[in-house]
């Protein structure tokens, strides 16, 4: 295509519409557009795409992902899409393809020919090498891409937070943490893992509450389970016990996605009379939306009710008491699968430790590693897996 083609072209996208606004699709355009206008707005047009790029490094590798995160008619039709929407992608891929092909230097070219007074200014600027090829050419091939790969806006990550405005936020950097940096605690880790395993290939799998003391694991197991499963398509998204009330918003996006996907709640803990208790209960089992096929719900706690209880919710008569008991337990009730971390002994302690100390190369007589753990755990907040980790950056750090 010429330049004139792919400029009217890139006004006519159809099934990959929205990509039409995404900022580094609008810099191309731009910089079409201004090849009929004068010097100085392709000046500044070209300048932007330039800088479009270099930020993401490679403009084929940018719109791949923009058209993987996209949700359209193709993905809401993968199953049995119609031929004229096949038709419609495969025209929208010719258009971006065409439009990547071009390079830096095609586009001052085509200025020296569009400004010829301005040869002088247009030599020597910066320039870009064309975009990465996408690795498909027909609708039908998109849509093979989309069954394998996925696709929609859970494709950008594979860690999700809320942000107060209630918008799924991809995080960036998440904790890189993976199984093998987890020491001890093997028959909770293997709990854990088959669970996921079962959900991840559509099996039977329950929601999860890890309870027990703090320091144990909980948390950082459930996110070295997400990492380690992350290739086949697990997701995590993290919601606060104050943001239930974007659980019908994350079921509606689930339920849209073809992922696996994690509803990941830390620290979980709630007053009896808190409204966010209630609506939990509902949400996890007995309201009228139940949850998509593809979403599970993992929660920590110290606390194994998840309630706050004081001994004055305890008096009256046995019947106030026993109601009061039962809705204090409804809430854990509702995981199938309850798996508890607790402080670990002397002896597992400082095999935690040991294990470190190697993996990390600290060298120091057993006997007085043993000593100095145990000295440094008093002196911190007990035995844990996190009070070893601690430890051993302390005397990593003395060492260096």
């Known amino acids: 295509m010429d330049f004139h083609t792919i400029q009217v072209r890139t006004s ?3 099934v990959l519409r929205s990509l039409a606004g995404k900022p580094i699709i609008t810099a191309y355009k731009k910089v079409l557009q201004s ?4 010097v100085f707005t392709f000046g500044e047009a070209y300048g932007a795409l330039c ?3 270099y930020q993401f490094g490679d403009a084929g590798t940018r719109i791949l992902h923009l058209v993987q995160c996209d949700s359209n008619v193709l993905t809401a039709t993968l199953e049995h899409p ?3 929407v096949l038709d419609a992608t495969t025209s929208d891929l010719q258009t971006l393809s065409a439009m990547l092909s071009l390079s830096g230097e095609d586009f001052l070219n085509q200025a020296q020919t569009a400004f010829p007074n301005d040869k002088a200014a247009l030599a020597g600027l910066p320039v870009f090498p064309a975009g990465k090829p996408l690795p498909f050419q027909t609708g039908t091939e998109l849509a093979a891409y989309y069954r394998e790969n996925g696709y929609g806006y859970f494709a950008k990550a594979s860690f999700f937070t809320i942000s107060k405005n209630r918008e799924i936020l991809a995080i960036e950097q998440p904790d890189p943490i993976r199984l093998h940096d987890l020491k001890g605690y093997a028959r ?3 709990q854990v893992i088959t669970n996921t395993l079962a959900f991840l290939e559509k099996r039977p799998a329950n929601n999860i509450l890890l309870y027990g003391d703090k320091g144990t694991g909980k948390s950082s197991t459930v996110k070295a389970v997400v990492n380690e499963y992350a290739s086949r398509g697990l997701k995590i998204v993290e919601l606060s016990p104050n943001q239930v009330n974007a659980f019908p918003m994350l079921c509606a996006e689930a339920a849209r996605s073809p992922y696996r996907i994690i509803i990941f709640m830390d620290d979980l803990s709630f007053d009896v009379e808190d409204e966010n208790f209630a609506a ?6 007995g309201g009228l939306s139940g949850m998509p096929d593809n979403l599970i719900l993992y929660a920590t706690s110290n606390r194994r009710h998840l309630v706050r209880e004081s001994f004055s919710a305890r008096q009256g008569d046995d019947i106030h008491i026993r109601d009061t008991l039962e809705t204090i337990t409804s809430l854990s009730d509702r995981f199938g699968l309850e798996i508890t971390f607790s402080v670990p002994d002397k002896d597992e302690y400082l095999s935690i430790v040991h294990q470190l100390a190697d993996e990390y190369g600290l060298k120091m007589p057993a006997e007085e590693l043993s000593l100095l753990a145990e000295r440094f755990a008093l002196r911190r907040n007990g035995r844990s897996p996190r009070t070893a980790r601690q430890f051993i950056s302390h005397q990593l ?3 260096s």
């Open 12 to 14: 006519f996208l159809s």
């Open 35 to 38: 090849l009929s206008q004068d």
């Open 51 to 53: 800088e479009r790029i």
């Open 82 to 84: 119609s031929q004229q």
């Open 188 to 190: 909770q880790k293997e």
């Open 280 to 285: 939990l209960k509902a949400f996890i089992e």
């Open 397 to 399: 750090t003395l060492q």
